[in-house]
């Protein structure tokens, strides 16, 4: 049977009763190569209570036959034409009955302790949102690793703050207070929807015990300039100074450019000790 969306029930089966439900969403589309590993590290999840979404745009590399081995694993899925990163994520929090609600991406796995320590840091702290640092790996060797910034607010006004979204997990309050993501953004509708949060008046937290990883090359990593061009344009459009906006813009575009040549010409070693060094410089 199919609701509106075209979803699917999967064969997870229910919860256990008496903890707080945490729904994990995944989108994909054409990733036949990278989602099992990201279906294991959910599968290996020591949470208990967990409802899996995975929306999949109309795939036609084999995925759709990897998530179908897979439902035992699924909650509800579909597989279907969207138009683009933020309508598949819409798709997944309209589907969410958890209580908190985070993702995990199709080239990107989880720590096995990833949900359970996202809770616990949530009930922990009362937060509207948990994040935490990011592991970056580049052809199956790890790089580095970036940490949330715990200062974000003081920052969020003119930039795109190191707030590492794909590990965010936000109680479902913050979704029913500000609403979903703008598909106007192609490429970063995760940072407009924070700068939204923010100005709403949620409250997010850094824990470092929150861990993900992160694997270069995929949407944020291949269209970086874009995504530059986009945060600024979201800025603005939240009231920020346009000068301070687009001279840091400038500056993230200028590394940007950069970094795409050494991930193509240089070992993944040197390309991390470069990366240090960039960072240290730029924030």
């Known amino acids: 049977m199919q609701d509106h969306f075209g979803f699917r029930p999967g064969q997870r089966p229910a919860p256990s009763p008496g903890v707080p439900l945490y729904t994990l969403i995944t989108i994909v589309r054409n990733a036949v190569g990278s989602i099992e590993q990201t279906l294991r590290s959910v599968e290996r999840q020591t949470y208990p209570a967990i409802e899996y979404i995975v929306v999949d745009a109309a795939s036609t590399d084999g995925t759709v036959e990897v998530l179908r081995r897979y439902e035992h694993l699924i909650s509800v899925w579909c597989s279907e034409p969207d138009q683009g990163h933020a309508d598949g994520q819409n798709k997944g929090v309209r589907q969410a009955n958890g209580q908190f609600i985070g993702f995990v991406y199709a080239d990107d796995w989880l720590p096995d302790d990833f949900v359970e320590t996202s809770v616990a840091s949530l009930l922990r702290d009362g937060a509207d949102f948990v994040f935490g640092d990011m592991d ?27 707030m590492n979204y794909p590990t965010l997990t936000a109680h479902r ?13 192609r490429v970063a509708p995760d940072y407009e929807w924070l700068f939204r949060v923010d100005r709403a ?10 861990r993900y990883h992160f694997a270069l090359g995929g949407n944020s990593s291949q269209y970086a300039t874009r995504s530059a061009l986009e945060v600024a344009r979201a800025l603005c459009a939240q009231g920020a100074n346009p000068l301070r ?39």
């Open 245 to 283: 906006v687009w001279s840091y813009a400038c500056v993230r575009i200028a590394f940007h450019a950069v970094d795409e040549r050494l991930r193509r010409y240089v070992s993944p070693a040197v390309y991390a000790r470069v990366r240090a060094v960039r960072k240290a410089i730029s924030g």
């Open 136 to 162: 970056y790996h580049m052809d199956g060797e790890f790089l580095f690793t970036i940490p949330g910034d715990p200062e974000y607010r003081t920052r969020i006004h003119y930039r795109a703050p190191v």
């Open 173 to 185: 309050r913050v979704f029913d207070g500000v609403g979903l993501f703008n598909p106007a953004y």
């Open 201 to 210: 008046g949620f409250r997010g937290c850094h824990d470092p015990a929150i």
